[in-house]
Structures are given as structure tokens and as C-alpha cells.
């Protein structure tokens, strides 16, 4: 059974600290993605990476950055976490063959910062 | 160019209804349009999903409708089931391209 797991359900943290998001997929997937989902805004691509060291800007990059040493593990950084980045997190997985886009989800980290 | 709409936010059927979902896209590159499920606590499943050589695809009690000239596509759930009450994502891409372009999402609640 394919999975996508993320390091923690729930995670609170104070205004200006420092925060790691964990992404570990089991697929040997090529493609890796970071969204944001609040409600009424669907979900938001943070960044994107297509292989081991390399990452693109999604759509609202600003205030975050990501690190792909391994290609089973993504992370997501919050350099100096703001209460507007309070939300749920989601991390995905794909295959990068042409014609097959299906994306595979973790459960979802829900981040409150303080 | 690159939004996906989606309406209504919100929806509630009775058991045994016809929930209907709504999507509309501007960018004519878009060449797959998939529909996500997400129960609460959990990630988005794929669903369903369309290629626009064909213009309906029905799995079940799911079927997506594809209307290309006007660039909008639906999720029509017959005999809507308590069960299926979830939010419910549509999407789009180019092929090959990797990334998804959600819509904004719908909280569908079935009434027994």
C-alpha cells in the first residue's frame, strides 16, 4: 500500500520560531509537493520539487523554503513562523511519467503558531 | 490563467439525491482534470479524473461531464449516501506537468 507520511498530526509553535514540516513517501516517487489548505481557498502549492536537490516555487513560496536531500524526504521550513502561516499542511507524491499525474496525500500536519 | 473555480462551497443533499459540483478553467493548455475526495483527518484521494477526448466518465456512482468549449467540468454522485459527505476538490494540468491547480473546494454533507 502506497504512503505518504508526515512527521506530526498537530504542532503548535510561538511567533518567530523556527519550524520543520517532515514529508517521507515509500513510492519511489520523483515528484514531491508541499500545499496549504484553508477553508474556502482550496489548496495552495507552497513548492514543488522534480528530484534530489532540486525545487521550484509554487504559487505562495513567500516566507517558507523546503530541502529535498533524499528523494523519499521533503521538507518544508518555516524560517520564522507567523500567525498567518497558522493552517493545515499537506505534502504529496507523484510519478514523473508523462500522462500519469495522480498525486498521493499524506494525512496533513495542522500548524497553530502563536 | 492558471485558476481553477469551483462553486458551490458548500452543499447538502438528501440520501438518495443528486449532488452536483461545478468547475471552470481558463488555461486551454490544461489537458487532465482530476476530482480529489478528503474525509476529515485525512489527506485528498484521486477520485476520478477526465482527458478531454472524451466529453463524459462515469465510475460507479460518479460521473465527471467535460464541456471543453465552454471550458468547465462537473461531478454529478447519483444516489448520493451519507458515506459520501466529504469536501471535494477539482483540479487541473498539463500532462506530464506535475503540478495540480486545485479549486477552492466543496464540503458536500449528505442527510440521512
Known amino acids: 500500500d502506497v504512503k505518504v507520511t508526515q512527521s506530526s498530526r498537530y504542532l503548535v509553535k510561538r511567533t518567530g520560531e523556527k519550524v520543520f514540516l517532515e514529508c517521507v513517501q515509500d513510492?519511489?516517487?520523483?515528484?514531491m509537493f508541499w500545499y496549504r489548505q484553508d477553508p474556502g481557498l482550496g489548496l495552495r502549492l507552497i513548492y514543488f520539487s522534480y528530484d534530489v536537490k532540486m525545487k521550484e516555487k509554487g504559487d505562495i513560496p513567500e516566507g517558507y523554503s523546503v530541502s529535498r536531500e533524499k528523494k523519499e524526504r521533503f521538507s518544508l521550513i518555516l524560517e520564522s513562523a507567523s500567525t498567518n502561516q497558522t493552517s493545515m499542511y499537506l505534502c504529496a507524491s507523484s510519478k514523473r511519467e508523462f500522462g500519469y499525474d495522480e498525486q498521493f496525500f499524506g494525512p496533513g500536519t495542522r500548524l497553530t503558531v502563536l | 490563467q492558471q485558476q481553477v473555480k469551483q462553486s458551490p462551497q458548500s452543499l447538502i443533499v438528501q440520501k438518495g439525491g443528486i449532488s452536483i459540483i461545478n468547475c471552470a478553467y481558463e488555461n486551454t493548455a490544461f489537458d487532465y482534470f482530476p476530482w480529489y475526495q478528503q474525509f476529515p483527518g485525512k489527506g485528498p484521494a484521486l477520485l476520478i479524473a477526465?482527458?478531454?477526448?472524451?466529453s463524459e466518465k462515469k465510475e460507479g456512482r460518479f460521473t465527471i461531464s467535460f464541456n471543453k468549449s465552454a471550458k468547465q467540468f462537473s461531478l454529478h454522485i447519483m444516489d448520493s449516501q451519507p458515506g459520501d459527505s466529504a469536501t471535494y476538490f477539482c483540479?487541473?494540468?498539463?500532462?506530464?506537468?506535475?503540478?495540480?491547480?486545485f479549486g477552492q473546494g466543496t464540503e458536500l454533507s449528505v442527510k440521512p
Open positions: 477526465i482527458r478531454p477526448d472524451v
Open positions: 483540479a487541473a494540468s498539463r500532462s506530464g506537468g506535475g503540478k495540480l491547480i
Open positions: 513510492m519511489d516517487h520523483e515528484n
